[in-house]
């Protein structure tokens, strides 16, 4: 069964899986693979809902594997994917407070996030805000993230 990282975006899915596994799989990269676009181009033509399909596809052929999956921060949203973490033994969220991942997300210059540039602080937070239940409710295990090395957070996984 596979380990999955669930969490908001800037919580350090990418950054644990790798050293949880170097061959572990980024899930968005599966998918911009698979629909031969980015994401977001993908969004602004097809929509949420045609990618949400594709993403619970993705998620059910990778949950079976024995792989460290790192998924999207969206990977919540719907109902069947929230079924499929929760009935995964090694779902972890990796949670943060809000400020915390808005300064992170704020100072990564290298992963331009669209929610975030398109996004007011007030309604960005609001989008924080109605995932918070659906993490947790998702995962196996919680690990809060905040103010703990990448390091820190490996060995309490392991």
């Given at each position: 069964m ?18 949880l ?16 676009m980015?994401i ?11 990618f ?11 949950i ?40 992170r997300?704020?100072?990564d ?16 937070k ?32 392991r």
């Amino acid at each position: 069964m596979a380990k999955v990282l669930i969490g908001f975006m800037g919580s350090g899915k990418s950054t644990i899986a790798r050293l949880l596994d170097p061959n572990y799989i980024d899930m968005d990269v599966v998918i911009e693979n698979s629909i031969g676009m980015p994401i977001a181009d993908f969004f602004a033509t097809k929509g949420e809902a045609a990618f949400r399909e594709i993403e619970s596809d993705v998620l059910l052929d990778l949950i079976a594997t024995d792989k460290v999956i790192s998924t999207g921060g969206g990977v919540v949203v719907t109902e069947k994917n929230r079924q499929l973490l929760a009935e995964n033994p090694q779902t972890i969220y990796l949670k943060a407070d809000f400020e915390t991942l808005y300064q992170r997300i704020a100072n990564d210059t290298k992963n331009v996030r669209p929610l975030f540039v398109t996004n007011s602080k007030e309604d960005f937070k609001a989008i924080f805000d109605s995932r918070q239940i659906w993490y947790e409710e998702a995962a196996a295990q919680i690990i809060d993230v905040t103010n703990k090395t990448p390091q820190e957070i490996v060995e309490e996984i392991r």
